[in-house]
């Protein structure tokens, strides 16, 4: 009896004992466990509270359609900032908000702290209307009712719709010379003043040779120069061509419309000698590209010609990119855009273009590369200058610098290129 005692009690002991040993360790698995939030709050504070912000400038300043990086604005941080790359919003005027999020991550990246600093700035328009066409020099027809947007071409960077008031008359039944001064406000109120004078004429006198011509032969002579090539661009205004002349007379390149979108919501018109012109190029070994003249004035419009000029190529090669041409500056206050707009016009082509594997470049004369062309130094450049030494400073890798070309196998005149290596 004694000894069943005694193993009762050893047992007791021994549950017991290991009992009091899983507290132990429980209260020691507790206490680690706490002990490491606390490091880990610690830690995620400690981090938290270390992160800072200090931006260049707040409450400022910025005009319509500046490209501006966010990141640029950013003194000195302490943790990594965000948005780096992000661009301030432009593309309205008013007061804009920006929120910089800096985060600075602890052990390896488990937990991320973070902050948010707002940066406040104002968007305004300081740029006056542009004159792109100055109408000075206008023979108009008597009789005929006078209509000043007529006879001007304007256009700004942030309103699509310019005030234009002129002080003078023109009496469209007399015969004569009539001087109008002519002011141009956008909504923020900048404004444009200049002076032309408008003829009006019994008869329209028939438009002029524009003087010369120069021969193939002597354009390549005067331009001939390391990484150069020589061509010519045409449309049906050459009506048929002899390619294989072409060719012989030391043509390199051919540059062919492939047609002309319409700025409605009808498909583009497809130039009536295109088809013959690009096989024939093609077949008597010049290097082809082609170009769309646009009359496009909105993204969905431009779009759907993009998609055209890609279903009319139908997988065809080209050596050249795909040439947009918008040009119709003389009339830009009746399209109802601002120079923004027409700008987006070109990279929602290109978009599209690039999508069916074609590059795209941009078709314009030197005045508007300045004045309402963006990013010409990352767009190539297809540059319309007609002299003998271009001063447009922007990279181009197609000029077009004469348009009173002469060439074996086409009958008129033509215009003539210089292409530049890359």
Known sequence: MRQNRTARNAETYNESNKSSTGKVLLLVIVIIVLAAAGAVAYLYKSAKDSISLDLKDNDFKVEFGSDLKAADYVADANGTVTPSEKMLDTSSLGEKEIVYTVTKPVLGGLLKPSGEYAMHYTVVDTQKPLVLWSGDGVILQKGE?????????YGDNADSKVDVEYKGKVNMDEAGRYPLQVTLTDDAGNKTEFSLTVEVADEIPPAGDDGGSTAFADFVSANSGEGRSFGIDVSSWQDEIDFEAVKKAGCDFAIIRIGFSTGDDDVADLDNTYKENIKNARAAGLKTGVYIYSYD????????????????????????????????????QTYNMNFRDVNRLYDVFSDELSKAGYDCMLYSSKNYLEDVWEDTDKRPVWLAHYTGSTDYEGPYMIWQASNTGRIDGIKGAVDMDIMYER
């Open 297 to 332: 004035s909105s993204e969905e419009m431009v779009k759907k010609t993009a998609d055209w000029v890609v279903e009319q190529l139908d997988g065809v090669k080209l050596d050249l990119p795909v040439a947009f041409d918008w040009e119709d500056f003389g009339q830009f």
């Open 145 to 153: 009712e006078f209509n000043i947007s007529d006879v001007i071409g």
